[in-house]
């Protein structure tokens, strides 16, 4: 396999009109059959007003009588009339193809084989999750359940500990006040509840955490 790129220097101003005509090419040898040509335009790098025109052929044979096809094409001939008005050098380059870059279809087919080896991990991963819920439901039960029980407590303890914080500031701290004598005992049991559900929270937590088990945050 073979490839031949023309490249033209232009004369200034006449790019465009060059392009047009290696068009008109492309579309005689697609009628014709063959694969059109790729057409390039200079960015950087080279001469200003450069045209590339690049084909591919089998043989180099082919494309010599391809050209001569084309050369004996009426519509062409008058399309190209002017090439010499347009162009101010030239060269032709041949090259061998060596390797060829993957097809559509066989990057398609790698891209699919990814995916199912990311499906594979995806599944293997969620049947893990699954052992590990498992055994996170044998040891501490249904994580769903443990959440609302849990959020239930909390709740219940707040009240518990504003009710106390409320006994305390409005019936014990004052002298005179009719629970004033056992203020301490009270100031003691509302941090006793305190720090008890603090200790209920933490372990639970850190049951949960020991399973390397991650469902999102507690909705407490």
Same mark, same amino acid.
């Given at each position: ?33 063959? %694969?059109?040509? /790729? ?11 450069? &045209? =590339?025109?690049? *084909?591919? #052929? ?65 599944? %293997?991963?969620? /049947? ?11 040891? &501490? =039960?249904?994580? *769903?359940? #443990? ?74």
């Amino acid at each position: 396999m073979y490839v031949i790129r023309e490249v033209l220097n232009c004369k200034p101003g006449k790019v465009r009109q060059m392009v047009e005509e290696f068009r008109q090419i492309s579309l005689a040898l697609k009628e014709m059959g063959h %694969e059109p040509m /790729r057409l390039l335009t200079d960015v950087t790098g080279g001469p200003y007003w450069t &045209v =590339g025109a690049v *084909a591919q #052929v089998e043989k180099i044979d082919d494309f010599f009588a391809m050209e001569q096809i084309l050369a004996a094409n009426e519509m062409l001939r008058k399309t190209m009339a002017d090439y010499h008005d347009l162009v101010a050098s030239g060269r032709r380059e041949i090259y061998r193809i060596e390797s060829e870059r993957p097809s559509s279809c066989e990057r398609a087919k790698g891209g699919c084989d990814a995916r199912a080896r990311m499906d594979a991990h995806a599944n %293997e991963h969620s /049947r893990t999750r699954g052992h590990h819920r498992t055994d996170l439901v044998h040891h &501490v =039960g249904d994580p *769903a359940r #443990v959440a609302s029980s849990l959020a239930t407590y909390i709740m219940l303890t707040g009240i518990a500990i504003l009710l106390l914080f409320v006994v305390v500031g409005f019936f014990a701290i004052d002298d005179g006040e009719p629970l004033h004598p056992w203020a301490g005992l009270l100031q003691r049991v509302l941090c006793a509840v305190w720090f008890w559900c603090l200790i209920v929270l933490a372990r639970r937590l850190r049951t949960v955490n020991g399973h390397n088990l991650w469902y999102g945050p507690l909705k407490l």
